[in-house]
């Protein structure tokens, strides 16, 4: 297997920076300038973002310009939004900054149109007073284009599917230096490939997709002591077994900071285990559902209740504020208890888990649903995905993340998630054979000289 080497070496002056400057509207910023470094910094601290230029775009033509200007000279482009998906041997020599694309349009008739900078807490915002909401992701403070590239599984993924299954069309800027609009019926190999491929095609500029009528929902974050989470997590998994596609659920062990003054008090310095809910139907219902989940163990803390869908960040508590993080991901097939049993052993109470952050999320349901088309996204027969995370620098974190791993083996399943790839390597596993080969064609057509950095991944399988 070929390894990826990050392609940043001493800027050249050969490379006439000054001259891509002269023609777009965003400013350009090179290496050792003094707004270099707050302009390159993605939101995972730990993630060294370094390329010899950035382009802060304000327009589509300023993200031509730079394709175009990236492809006469022979170098590669990476787009950036917030930062929160990074990889460091994937960043080109030139980091086409694009949050200054910020469009947002909602219309009430139950769709959106969204610029690459808008992160999903303006649509979630935009589309509440007609009783709509997005597809969003486990926090609002994610980029929609990023997000949605991947594929996206969201706290509604079991009612509803993935966000990238509700996207209409795409304006991107493919690497041969085009601004093109995607359908299903325009350029529909783009359409395949940017629809879970990430970058790997162009670099999206702006998006449309479907909403769904969902003003509110039951749900939220219910809270155990860690050493109860043996029980607990044995409750959960015969209970969701038997729900119904209406709830989308996952179970996170948290050891969270004294420190941090977003921690609720009761949480802090411990362990504990969260069981996070959504109901899309009746409130009632989900009451009804759920309520074998508050009976597993004395509770610590329950935040599960009816609540308008701008409060959809409680169910899943992510952390906002940038930190240096570690994370590793794979997606299972099965959840058996001696699963549970062996993540447990390595991530419960009474163990050395490094880990702030050990995530299980239950897929299948509208997931598992192609009706809106096929798409390069290929995780659909996971039954449930599995996350950790860690703060970069903590003693062993590496290792311990790579045991979980290995422990949770003989039940990990074929193509892992594409938002919870986190190398080049990782990223090129989320692909099956027919993905691949349809996904290096459109990169023949679309990209022929290969500046798409995200690209090389292609070159990995």
Same mark, same amino acid.
């Given at each position: ?30 290496? /050792?300038?003094?707004?270099? =470094? ?6 995972? +601290?730990? %993630? ?12 589509? =033509? ?45 219309? !009430? ?11 999903? +807490? ?16 486990? %926090? ?25 299954? $509700? ?11 085009? +601004?093109?609009?995607?359908? !299903?019926?325009?350029? !529909? ?12 095609? &162009? ?9 769904? $009528? ?7 974050? *219910? @809270? ?9 997590? $044995? $409750? @959960?998994?015969?209970?969701? =077994? ?11 062990? #948290?050891? *969270?900071? &004294?420190?941090?003054?977003?921690? !609720? ?24 559902? #759920? ?20 409060? %959809? ?15 590793? &991901? ?17 991530? &419960? ?7 702030? %952050? ?90 022929? =000289?290969?500046?798409?950095?995200? /690209? ?6």
């Amino acid at each position: 297997m070929t390894t990826l080497l990050p392609t940043t070496s001493p800027l050249s002056p050969a490379v006439p920076y000054e001259q891509l400057a002269a023609r777009t509207t965003g400013p350009v910023v090179v290496r /050792g300038d003094a707004d270099y =470094d707050a302009m390159v910094m993605p939101w995972n +601290l730990a %993630i060294p973002v370094q390329p010899d230029a950035v382009l802060a775009a304000r327009t589509d =033509d300023d993200v031509v310009e730079a394709v175009r200007f990236a492809r006469a000279h022979g170098l590669q482009v990476t787009p950036q939004a917030t930062g929160h998906g990074p990889m460091t041997s994937l960043v080109g020599q030139i980091l086409v900054d694009t949050k200054g694309l910020d469009e947002c349009v909602v219309h !009430p008739e139950g769709w959106a149109r969204v610029g690459a900078g808008v992160k999903w +807490l303006r649509v979630v915002e935009a589309a509440a007073p007609h009783g709509l909401a997005p597809l969003s992701g486990s %926090i609002t403070d994610v980029g929609v284009v990023g997000y949605t590239t991947g594929g996206g599984l969201g706290p509604m993924a079991r009612t509803y599917g993935l966000a990238s299954d $509700r996207v209409r069309a795409v304006e991107v800027v493919s690497g041969d230096g085009l +601004l093109r609009r995607v359908t !299903p019926t325009e350029h !529909p190999e783009l359409f395949f490939g940017l629809r879970g491929g990430k970058g790997m095609l &162009g670099i999206v500029t702006a998006i449309e997709f479907d909403l769904v $009528r969902q003003p509110t929902f039951y749900g939220g974050s *219910l @809270w155990f002591d860690g050493a109860d989470a043996p029980e607990v997590i $044995r $409750r @959960w998994k015969s209970w969701s =077994d038997e729900l119904p596609t209406a709830g989308t659920t996952s179970f996170a062990v #948290f050891q *969270l900071p &004294g420190e941090d003054p977003m921690v !609720p008090p009761p949480l802090a310095d411990r362990m504990t285990v969260s069981i996070r809910y959504v109901w899309t139907g009746d409130h009632d219902e989900g009451a009804r559902w #759920f309520e074998p989940m508050r009976n597993a163990a004395p509770v610590i803390l329950d935040d599960v209740a009816t609540k308008p869908y701008t409060a %959809i960040d409680s169910v899943h508590t992510d952390p906002l504020d940038p930190i240096p993080s570690h994370e590793a &991901g794979t997606v299972l097939r099965d959840l058996p208890l001696e699963a549970v049993d062996a993540l447990l052993a390595l991530t &419960g109470a009474g163990t050395p888990s490094p880990q702030i %952050i050990v995530e299980v999320r239950q897929m299948g349901g509208a997931v598992r649903d192609e009706r809106h088309g096929a798409s390069a996204f290929c995780s659909r027969a996971a039954a449930y995905s599995l996350l950790l995370v860690g703060i970069a620098g903590t003693p062993g974190l590496h290792e311990h993340g790579r045991a979980v791993l290995d422990a949770m083996a003989p039940w990990t399943g074929t193509y892992r998630l594409p938002n919870f790839s986190f190398s080049p390597e990782d990223l090129a596993t989320a692909y099956d054979p027919p993905t691949i080969t349809r996904l290096r064609a459109a990169s023949r057509t679309y990209d022929p =000289d290969r500046v798409m950095a995200l /690209g090389r991944v292609l070159d990995l399988r």
